[in-house]
C-alpha cells in the first residue's frame, strides 16, 4: 500500500500553513458556473489558499481544526495603537480574477466569540479599488443596522455587523469592471482610517470561518486553476535517480522507496521511443525490519544498472504498477512505479550536468 504521496503532501501543507496560514474536494458545478477558490472549508484541516495576514503592532494566531480556520485576536491593531486601520489584521485568498459583465455569487460563515464588525471586499491587492464588499447584493444575512439586503456598491462601505454566536451571509453582484489579479479579504483590526470611532472586535476574540464560497454564476472562465499546487511540493516517482545523470563505465544506481516491505520489484529501462533495452531485479537496503530507512520512513530496493552503458536518454519502471498516485489538489495522476528522465553519456564526450 502506497501512502507516502499524501504524507508528502500534508507535511507540505503543514510547512506552507506556518509560513502563511489547499484544497478540498467539491462537488460538481453546473457547466455555466464556476468555483473560484481553491479552498471552501476546512473539513481536511487545510488552510490554503486561504492565509492570515497582520500589520506590526497588529498580532493574531491561527489554527484549523473542527472544520473552520479560527483566528484569534491578540493585538488589534490600528491607529491609536500605532499601527493603520481594520486592515492591520487580515483572512484574505488572492490569485482570484474577475471579468466585467459577469454575476458572482458570494457565501461564507463566521462563528464569533463576541459581537462586533467585519470588513469583507474583493478587489485589487493593493487595496486602491474594490469591486464588491460587505452587504452589496445581501439576499441573507444576521439582523443588524448595515445589514441592509440589497444595497449596491455606494450604500455598503460600512462595516458588517456580525452577533456573537453564528453568522451567515450570502450575496450576488454583478462585476463592472475586469480585475486580472483580485483578492477576497476580510478585516478585522482597530480603528484608523476609514472607521475612526470604533475597533472591529475587542482583543481575544475567536472568529470561525468557514463555508467560505465565490463563484462565478454565469461564466466558467474565473474558475480556480485547479492544477494549482500552490508551492506544495509533492513527488511524481517513487522511483528515486541519485543524480541528473549517469556516466558510462561507472556505477549507476537508482532506488525504489515504498511505505510497506515488498518482494524485491522487477525493473527494466527503456529507452525514448519506449523500448526495452536493459532489465534487472532490486535488492533490498541492508536496514533494519529489512529494508526499512529509519530517517525516511521507507523501505528501500537499490535498482543497480550498472553494467548497462548504452548511451542515451532513459527512463526506469518497475513491474510495482498498482503505485498510481492521486494529487489531492489538482486531480492529476501519477505513475509512481516510473522514473523521471535521464540521461547516461560518455565522459570524453558530454559532462551529464551541461544538460
Known amino acids: 500500500m502506497h501512502k507516502k504521496f499524501a504524507k508528502a503532501a500534508v507535511a507540505g501543507?503543514?510547512?506552507?500553513?506556518?509560513?502563511?496560514?489547499?484544497?478540498?474536494?467539491?462537488?460538481?458545478?453546473?457547466?455555466?458556473?464556476?468555483?473560484?477558490?481553491?479552498?471552501?472549508d476546512f473539513d481536511e484541516g487545510i488552510g490554503l489558499p486561504w492565509h492570515t495576514c497582520e500589520t506590526n503592532p497588529a498580532k493574531q494566531k491561527f489554527n484549523i481544526s473542527n472544520g473552520t480556520y479560527n483566528v484569534t485576536i491578540i493585538n488589534k491593531g490600528g491607529s491609536e495603537?500605532?499601527?493603520?486601520?481594520?486592515?492591520?489584521?487580515?483572512?484574505?485568498?488572492?490569485?482570484?480574477?474577475?471579468k466585467a459583465g459577469e454575476t458572482y455569487k458570494v457565501s461564507f460563515d463566521v462563528n464569533a466569540s463576541n459581537e462586533g464588525r467585519l470588513y469583507t471586499k474583493i478587489g485589487d491587492l493593493g487595496g486602491s479599488k474594490e469591486i464588491w464588499h460587505n452587504c452589496m447584493g445581501m439576499s441573507a444575512g444576521p439582523s443588524g443596522e448595515h445589514n441592509k439586503s440589497g444595497a449596491d456598491f455606494n450604500?455598503?462601505?460600512?462595516?458588517?455587523?456580525?452577533?456573537?454566536?453564528?453568522?451567515?451571509?450570502?450575496?450576488?453582484?454583478?462585476?463592472?469592471?475586469?480585475?486580472?489579479?483580485?483578492?477576497?479579504?476580510?478585516?478585522?483590526?482597530?480603528?484608523?482610517?476609514?472607521?475612526?470611532?470604533?475597533?472591529?472586535?475587542?482583543?481575544?476574540?475567536?472568529l470561525k470561518f468557514d463555508n467560505l464560497k465565490l463563484e462565478c454564476t454565469t461564466s466558467s472562465e474565473c474558475d480556480w486553476d485547479t492544477t494549482d499546487e500552490m508551492g506544495f511540493v509533492t513527488p511524481r516517482s517513487d522511483v528515486r535517480l541519485n543524480q541528473v545523470g549517469y556516466f558510462t563505465n561507472l556505477k549507476k544506481v537508482a532506488s525504489y522507496a515504498t511505505d510497506e516491505k515488498i518482494d524485491p520489484v522487477k525493473f527494466v529501462i527503456k529507452d525514448a521511443s519506449g523500448k526495452e533495452v536493459y532489465s534487472g531485479t532490486g535488492k533490498q537496503y541492508d536496514g533494519e525490519d529489512g529494508g526499512k530507512d529509519y530517517g525516511s520512513g521507507e523501505y528501500i530496493q537499490f535498482l543497480d544498472f550498472t553494467d548497462f552503458n548504452e548511451t542515451g536518454t532513459y527512463?526506469?519502471?518497475?513491474?510495482?504498477?498498482?503505485?498510481?498516485?492521486?494529487?489531492?489538489?489538482?486531480?492529476?495522476?501519477?505513475?509512481?512505479?516510473?522514473?523521471?528522465?535521464?540521461?547516461?553519456?560518455?565522459?570524453k564526450e558530454k559532462n551529464v550536468y551541461d544538460g
Not at 493603520?84 to 484574505?92: A, G, V
Not at 526506469?316 to 503505485?323: C, G, L
Open 13 to 40: 501543507v503543514m510547512a506552507a500553513s506556518m509560513l502563511a496560514s489547499t484544497a478540498a474536494l467539491f462537488a460538481p458545478m453546473s457547466a455555466n458556473a464556476g468555483l473560484m477558490v481553491g479552498q471552501v
Open 155 to 206: 450604500m455598503s462601505w460600512d462595516p458588517l455587523d456580525i452577533q456573537k454566536g453564528d453568522n451567515h451571509f450570502e450575496c450576488e453582484f454583478k462585476a463592472d469592471e475586469d480585475m486580472a489579479v483580485a483578492e477576497w479579504a476580510f478585516h478585522y483590526g482597530g480603528r484608523g482610517q476609514h472607521q475612526t470611532d470604533f475597533d472591529c472586535f475587542p482583543e481575544g476574540t475567536e
Open 315 to 347: 527512463t526506469i519502471e518497475v513491474d510495482d504498477t498498482s503505485n498510481v498516485q492521486e494529487n489531492r489538489y489538482t486531480k492529476e495522476k501519477y505513475n509512481m512505479y516510473i522514473s523521471h528522465d535521464f540521461e547516461i553519456v560518455d565522459p
Open 81 to 98: 495603537a500605532g499601527g493603520e486601520s481594520r486592515w492591520d489584521l487580515q483572512l484574505r485568498h488572492r490569485k482570484l480574477k474577475i
